[in-house]
């Protein structure tokens, strides 16, 4: 009710003047609508899948995956952590593709279970290897547990938007000109707009791995923390901080709004139109 209530009050200050808090009110309202609301299908957006819930939700996973020594443990953990980044990018994602012959939902949902499953089998293989063959030299522990896990998490998170959001690179999604008038249906801006938001969130959680192991092995080389019991505390610290910082990095690489040249559409599209540049909602 809330939502629909300043989606009015936006609709009322565009055909008014509006007074200094009239035009603050206009801003909140705004930015609520913007995080609320999908902006292809006007649809209001599941409160666990608006981007202000993508932190509080992935900060705990993210921490549990990567204390995971067991490799049935790490499994479980990363197909949950999966399993939401996946509806968060499915949710998030354009929605204008269509197609006739098949339900484009039920195709999404069924590349979405493939794809977690194999990103969780794919992330536990590392320790499943380890235990099996009882692995323990300091220097197969430290690729393991130290260097493995980033890249893996980057690639698999990367994996999972690529496949969910595949309808999006195989039907095309709606195109734009400045005006906002809908121009055609491009494949090539639906893989432009997957390319950017995979990469986005490889970036995210590759360096959320990553850079607090760098962090880590600094404090403790540096001697910053005596007591190895507040080694998990300050962990937990670091880990919090750079995702915090990385997430509007990652949300903010390329533009929801995105824009493709005339040069890089569909020539059926460009017979319609003079306009040289095109735009298109890239999703999160």
Known sequence: NEIK?????IQINEKTPSEAIQNNQTKQAFLLSLSSVHPDTDKIIPVLFRPPAFMPITLPLVIISSVQRQAKHSFFWQFVFHTYTTAFTLVNGNGTPKAEEYSLQQKQIFLGLGAISYSACVGALPLTFVNRYTLK?????????KLLPAPLFGLTSAFTVAM?????F???IEVMDRNGKVVGVSKKAGEKAVMETALSRAVLFGTTFFLPEVLMYCVQRARFVKNPRALGPVRMFVVMSVLAGMLPVSFSMFPQCGEIKRADLELEILSSTEETEFFYNRGI
């Open 5 to 9: 209530r300043t989606r009015l009050l």
């Open 137 to 145: 030299s300091s220097l197969m522990q430290l690729v393991v547990r």
């Open 164 to 168: 969910v959001r595949s309808p999006e």
């Open 170 to 172: 195989d039907n095309g």
